[in-house]
């Protein structure tokens, strides 16, 4: 039979939050809103395979003051895996992980689990964009 190269899809999605709270848990996946309950906005994929790498980035308004937010990746709201720990104290927040290794089924679903501290000075007015790469065959 010989080699036969992966392919990879990419699932690329907007959403937007005002007010940033402290000590708060959001999800993003699909919708166009950044959500406190999971589940509401999760990412399926047509086809079964390993999510490889992922990104989260963000644009602030107002930038936020330094303290770190954990950002996991949640699978079927059950599973988190971790994706990385970053500060949303600049206007353009750039976080990535191209050393994922997340097994997917069509029935599986995956959204970005951000956990938020008590900031001194919160965030504002977020527009975030979120991008999973799966490689399948």
Known sequence: MGYKSPRLISQTFTASLGAWNDSTTYY???????ETSPALSV??????GIITAAQLHIYFGSAGSGENVTILIRKNNTTDYAFTTGTFNTNMVFLYNY????PMTTSDYVEF???TPAWATNPANG???????IECE
């Open 28 to 34: 993003v996946g699909t919708g166009t809103n950044v």
């Open 43 to 48: 990412v399926h994929f047509p086809k079964p």
């Open 99 to 102: 050393a994922l290794n997340i």
């Open 113 to 115: 689990k951000i956990q």
């Open 127 to 133: 527009y975030v964009g979120t991008c999973f790469m």
